[in-house]
């Protein structure tokens, strides 16, 4: 068993933070030091299950496990980081970020997994929520987010309506169905489950304007208000990491023995603009993953952010950051659709995109893995190429619409506001310099790429500021300042690609295939 120290009667001489990440393909967990920089890091997959109807799932088990496995193996480095100097390094707290709208159903004493962890991705119930369309506008207005089956309630009413488990648990009065942050939280800690603003906002239940599980939307959508943890603030008391990360041992009650203070829950895309510093509003920040998602700090709630979304980052007891966002669901996914499709593997694919010169006449790609999120909101699009190419030709075009749709979420951010100064780039995808050169020239904006663990870092700088003796429950100095923990070595080593960095005529190709790609997707084929 790995034992580390966490000091709670004062602060260390080098405060540590674990910052735990459960991604769509892998659990995380990364020591991250208070000038920002990764001191160590573990990654550990996690297995997805893929069903006929848009089932996309986890085993919740296998999550807990691999977030105990990945915590385990990075807090055992401690000693090698230390340099033997026993008294050099602490583990101060810890933070999670989880992929927002994964839902899970378990039991309230226990945290026993009743159901699947249904991903975001997951689409099984779109037709029962088409049948809340008449109130999209109403459901809209208060949580700022469409009718879309990706969204949390849909699988809330699947589970109810077919799992003989979480029937059987709900007439026991001991159902809980949450976010996956509230499961793992439970599970990690012992407490009972908390869910934070960022996971809440994803499930169309969380009124955005009172900060809280709206009564309206549980009656709208026959959800018990008792099967739903409590709202807590972003960064708060959440209770210790207990010594085995989760496991359901009656032997070992939580927060027995050496404990890391869990001090901020929030989704893996709401963490990332905390990751520089303070959110900047004239800054959107692109995080491209599984999805890819755009993000333009606001310090105010908008009141209409259609096409677009309206979300929230973080709150404190007395303030809150927003966002508009948008969303393209076939990012990562997509590239990784393409190459299984044709069994050739994702680093060879990219390493020929680089290799691509001049201005090959490219087809084109409708890219509706996942379905269309903003501005389209088509939660059934079929995918298909438009022209020939070879292998790497129509990768090339793959990776071009997801160009394209960040390009169409960011003209409506534009439409919504002033045109932001810049772009922050982070996420696996960013490492290619192809997709950045193409995407500054499509932004017609500077796109500057940083690191790629903007998560990570952004979870780990609102835990760290969740430690502070002057705001330990409060995200408005997180949000407002600059970050102890975060900044420095996330924006140390920016590189940045400007609009005319491609050569005339890739650009004017480039513009055109655009053109194009908006007039296909505008037709709805």
Known sequence: MVEWRARHDAAPSRPLVLALDQGGHASRACLVDDDGAIRAQATVPIRTRHGPHGEVEHDPEELVESLRSAAGQVLAQLPALSGGAAASLDVAAAGLATQRSTLVCFERGSGAALSAAISWQDRRNADWLAGFAPHAARVQSLTGLPLSPHYGVGKMRWCLDHLAAVRAARLRGQLQI???????????????????????????????????????????????????????????????????FGSLRADDAAGIGPGIPLRAITGDQSAVPFGFGAPDEQTVYANLGTGAFLQRPLRSRPVDARPLLSSVLAVGPQAAWYCLEGTVNGAGSAVQAFASRCAIPEALLWGQLEQLRGSPALPLYVNGIGGLGSPYWRPQQPSYFIGAGSVVERFAAVVESIVFLLAANLDCMCRLGAGPHRVLLSGGLSGSDWLCRRLASTLDVPVLRTTQEATVLGVAALAARGTSGTSSTSTTGAAGEQVAGSAPAATRALRRFEPSELPAAERAALADRRTRFDAQLARGD
Do not use: K, Y
Not at 202 to 218: K, Q
Not at 222 to 235: N, Q, V
């Open 178 to 244: 949450a976010p996956l942050a509230a499961f793992l939280m439970q599970r990690l800690t012992g407490r009972e489950a908390l869910v934070d603003p960022a996971n809440a906002s994803r499930t169309l239940l969380w009124d955005s304007a009172r900060r809280d599980w709206s009564p309206e939307l549980l009656e709208l959508f026959g959800i018990e208000p008792a099967l739903l943890p409590a709202c807590a603030h972003t960064c708060a008391d959440f209770g210790l990491l207990r010594r085995d």
